[in-house]
Each structure stands twice: as C-alpha cells, then as structure tokens.
C-alpha cells in the first residue's frame, strides 16, 4: 500500500458511537479537534442499539449510570428516570438524547464498519479503512469499541439446517422476536440469559434453559423512581459514589467494596444479618459483603452458601433446585441483578437442562440434540452466550503498527497495555475501557469519561510541546502489565475460567483482563503519568527536534 502524502485528514478517529464515543467526540470538539466517529450500527448507543433483547437492563442504578460532563445534562434528565435500574430502551433512549443535545450525530458516519488501521510511520499517521471501501487519515485513532460488543455465538454442528429462528442476544432484531405459542431453547444463563428467561417465559408455549455452569443471581430489587421518593433517592445514590470515590484518603481498592470489617470478625448472627440486609437492598453488589470476600475461599463461602439456600428456598423443585447451585466462589465470574428468574422455574412451561454433564452435540432441523441422544424441540433458539470480552472488538479491527506489526501478534499471549489506553509498537493509538483498565468491573460510564479526561488533557498537553507521536515506553508497559497481574493474583477471581480471564472464547490467552483496583486507586495512577509529563510514552515530534523517551 502506499501512503497518501497529504496531511491527515482528521486530527482523530473515533471507532464507536456508544457511550465511549459520543463522550470522546464531544470532549474532540471542545479542543477544537477535526474528530470522525465511525459506527457499525445505524444509530448511537452501542450496547444499548444492539441488546435490545426481552429483558436488558442495566445493574448500576439510573442515577449513577449517565454522563457527569456536563451538570446540567445530569441536573435535567434526572428526572427522567423511570426506575432504579433502567431498562434498554430508556438508556438507548439516553444515548440519542445525548447526541442530539450536542449535535454529534454530524461527525458519525454510521453503517459503517472500520477494517483495518495501519500505522504510517513516515507520516506519523493513521490510515483507516472502512467496510465501504474508505481510506481515511488521521493523526490519532481512538477505539471506543466497548468492552462487550462481539458476540459470541457457539459453534455448533447443524446450526444451518435449523429450520426455526436463531438470536444472539447481543444482535437483537429490531422488530422484536414474537415467542407466543413457540417452543424456545435459551443456551447459557450469565446475566443476559438470566435477563431474558423470566420474560420469554411469560409468553411462550414452552421454554427450556440449556445451563452449563449455574451462576450466582442476587434480586435486583428494581422500583420505580417517583416524584415522591425521587430526591431521597437522588442523595442515597450520591452519597454512595462520595463514598465509593473519595477525592482524598487511602483509594478504597474495589474488591473490598467499601468494608473495612473481616468475615470472621463478625459472630456467625451477625453475619446473617448482613447478608439479609443486602439481599434485601437488592443489586448485583450484593456479593461485596465483607473486606475479605474476593480474597480468603473460606470468607467467600459464607457468602456463596447463603445465596445457595436463598435458591433452595426460591425454586420449590428440588431437582431443579440442585441443578442451580454455583460451586465457584461468589463474584469470580460477573455476579448478576435477577428479577423472578429462580421463581421461574416453579412455572410449568419451563424445563432445565444441565448440558455440562449431556453437552449439546449438535444442531438439528428441528431444535438441539444433546450427547445422549436426548432430543430438544424448539421453533426459536436463543444464543445468550456472551460475548469476546475486553479484547474481541479491538483485535477485530485488525490494526497494524510499526513495522506492519498485528495488534493480534503483539497480544498473541494476551493483551499488554499501558494503564488499558496505549499499546507500545502502535503510536498514537488510544483504548476507552481498554484491558488492564477497570472496564467491566465498574461502573463502565464512569471509567469512560475517566478515560476521556485523561485523554483530553494529553492532547493538550501534546499540542503546547508540539508532540505528533506519542508511543507507550515498552518498559512502562511490561510494569503496568505486572502490576494489573499483582493485583489480580491477591483475588480468588484466577481461580474461576469466567470471561473475566478470557476462558469463554476457545483458543483465547488466559489472563486476567480487566484492572482489579478499582476506579479510584487506577485514578491515581492515571494522574501520576500526567504528573510526570507522560515520560512513561515516548514523545516526539516530526517539526521540533525534541524527544523525551521514557527508559
Ligand atoms: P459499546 O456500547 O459496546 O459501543 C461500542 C460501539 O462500537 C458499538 O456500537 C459497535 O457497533 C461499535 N463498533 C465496534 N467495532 C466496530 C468497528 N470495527 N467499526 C465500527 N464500529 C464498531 N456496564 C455497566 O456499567 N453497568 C451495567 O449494568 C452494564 N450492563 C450491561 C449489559 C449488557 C447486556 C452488556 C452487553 C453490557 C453491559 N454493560 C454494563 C457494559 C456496557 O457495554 C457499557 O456500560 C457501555 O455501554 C459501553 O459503552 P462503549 O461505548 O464503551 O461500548
């Protein structure tokens, strides 16, 4: 390929149009950045345009799940909440209102999906390509790609000669999918299957969950937000983020929630308290109940046990009810928000089957045979498999830095960043909730404008030195990778195949993919690089003789 001569065209390209890019568009603008967006989808809002299965929600309140950028965005829409946790449709709903508040739509080119990036290090650009045939430039590329957005469909043996309908529910059809006198077979029970069941169950003939590890589900507890309770609800939900954030003091490290209090410092009564109360408050933090949850097996199997008996009391089989008791420790794969899914099962039209111990052995015309021969008719299968977390959508848009090195390559044995944003070997190349950022153990809009913050005031900062490349320091980044493992090894989470370590995806490495820390304790070292003036890049520019390489 040769390199176009010409400056680039944009100062930044923006891959995504959810919340990651929308946030990165607007925050482009107010630097007075030339910024495109490029989207696969018709429309904004990413997670929130594709899940739009029976049944999305998100499990971090209203409240707290919207931009802080601006206080009167925040102010106004407020009061437009309907619930505690809102359902797909209102955050969808959000997005748009988002992009039209500040007229982003102008600068995203939607239907359309970025390729392939290649790194021109003669020009010190990016040149981007598109499914459309585009070949645009620009001095950075931005992947605001999110961190569950391919889905992930099994591979299975006769999936063509389905002769019924098959969903992901991580590419929901527009137009909704009628289950009304159908027979349908949902395949896994993480948080969208747990989502989607109770609701699919309500309308069709009959419902068969295919289950192969049981997950732990805590009720979400979800209420509408009133005029009545609406200002005691809006200072319950900022006092907990004052405590969960402090702008001084010691960073509460994440997996401690906000406890100070070890499990066996509190009488056996007392601890039974505690897990009533929580389970009671409702919410998927209800796993967080000690400082030593995540850390010590025996602490986090008084909380696993209880919610084995919350589900021994919920499902009246007891069949059925054994088949749903996770064994895994509590919180190691994504703890999910559950409304009327254990109830559900005391539903006649609705079976389980654990295809851990008779595994699905293929596809046929006309539903699922399993290992045994057992066959499973269905009109609808319903794929609620997860997704290729963290990395997936990054490596999918096949980005080649210096030397025409694959990102692929260079994260052959599992991802390696700085501080989840930057990648040495790929110059001028920046990752929104990237891996070995907090990501998908936060609340994911705050890590983006965390993300987005850090990256406006590095632009700045590049501007006034007159820096056009700026490139992790290899050794800054094999600390940042050791660092993220250091912190991830003081957990139990290592010790569950959840997608967290990447077990999900055949083939993939299998490391822990997200930043263990916390959003406040990551704050703090995202401000020390800032601090330091970014030495731990190297900096350079093509005009002014002046590098400062980090060692
Ligand atoms: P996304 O919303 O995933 O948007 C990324 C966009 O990039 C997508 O629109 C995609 O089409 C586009 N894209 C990807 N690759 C390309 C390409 N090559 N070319 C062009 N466009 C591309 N987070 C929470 O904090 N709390 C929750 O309760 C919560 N619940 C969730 C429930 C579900 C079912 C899922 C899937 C995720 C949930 N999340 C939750 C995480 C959620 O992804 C984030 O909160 C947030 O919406 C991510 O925004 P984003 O813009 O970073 O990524």
Not at 426 to 449: A, D, H, K, R
Request: aromatic residues 12%; charged residues 20%; glycine residues 8%.
């Amino acid at each position: 390929m040769t390199t176009p001569d010409e400056a680039p065209a944009f100062d930044i390209v923006i891959v995504g149009a959810g919340f990651g890019g929308l946030c990165a568009l607007h925050k482009c603008r107010q630097l007075g950045k030339r910024a495109a967006v490029f989207e696969a989808a018709p429309d904004v809002g990413g997670t929130w345009y594709w899940n739009s299965y029976p049944g999305a929600r998100c499990d971090v309140e209203s409240l707290g799940y919207n931009f802080s950028f601006d206080a009167d965005l925040k102010r106004e829409y407020q009061s437009k909440w309907p619930e505690r946790f809102s359902a797909q449709p209102v955050i969808l709903e959000y997005a748009r209102h988002v992009a039209d508040r500040y007229a982003l739509r102008t600068d995203i080119r939607f239907k359309t999906r970025v390729t392939r990036a290649i790194w021109a290090e003669d020009r010190r650009f990016w040149i981007v390509e598109t499914d459309r045939g585009d070949q645009i430039t620009a001095r950075f590329l931005v992947s605001a790609v999110g961190c569950l957005s391919s889905a992930q469909v099994p591979s299975l043996e006769g999936i063509d000669t389905f002769e019924g309908s098959w969903h992901h529910t991580g590419n929901w059809p527009k137009d909704g999918v009628n289950f009304e006198t159908k027979h349908v077979l949902l395949i896994g029970t993480g948080s969208t299957g747990v989502q989607a069941a109770p609701i699919i169950a309500e309308s069709a003939a009959r419902l068969t969950v295919l289950q192969r590890t049981p997950h732990y589900a805590a009720p979400a507890r979800n209420y509408a937000l009133t005029r009545e309770n609406l200002e005691r609800e809006i200072q319950r939900v900022a006092n907990f983020y004052a405590a969960r954030y402090p702008a001084d003091g010691d960073p509460p490290i994440s997996w401690h929630g906000m406890n100070t209090v070890m499990t066996f410092d509190d009488p056996p009564e007392s601890r039974q308290r505690r897990f009533e109360q929580l389970w009671e408050r409702g919410g998927a933090g209800f796993f967080l109940a000690y400082k030593d949850t995540m850390t010590d097996l025996k602490a986090n199997n008084e909380v696993s046990e209880f919610v084995r008996t919350m589900i021994r009391f919920a499902v009246k089989d007891p069949a059925t009810a054994a088949k749903l008791l996770p064994t895994y420790p509590i919180g190691t794969k994504r703890m999910i928000a559950e409304t009327n899914y254990y109830e559900m099962y005391n539903r006649p039209n609705v079976y389980l089957e654990d295809i851990r111990s008779d595994p699905i052995e293929r596809v046929t015309a006309h539903g699922i045979r399993l290992k045994s021969g057992h066959e499973i008719e269905a009109d609808i299968l319903v794929f609620a498999t997860g997704y290729d977390a963290l990395t997936g959508s990054i490596l999918r848009l096949n980005i080649e830095g210096v030397g025409g090195l694959p990102l692929m390559s260079a994260w052959e044995a599992g991802p390696r960043t700085l501080l989840g944003l930057a990648v040495h070997g790929f110059p001028n190349f920046f990752m929104i909730t990237g891996p070995q950022s907090p990501s998908v153990l936060s609340n994911v809009i705050y890590s983006i404008e965390q993300h987005v913050d850090w990256l406006g005031e590095l632009f700045q900062f590049l501007d006034a030195r007159g820096f056009d490349r700026v490139e992790a320091s290899l050794s800054a980044q094999d600390h940042w990778v050791s660092y993220c493992a250091s912190l991830a090894n003081q957990t139990l989470y290592q010790h569950t195949d959840s997608w967290y370590m990447g077990a999900n995806i055949p083939g993939k490495p299998r490391t822990f993919l997200p930043f263990v820390g916390g959003n406040v304790l990551y704050k703090r070292r995202l401000d020390e690089v800032r601090d330091e003036n970014y030495t731990r890049f190297a900096l350079s520019s093509s005009t002014v003789d002046s590098s400062a390489r980090a060692s």
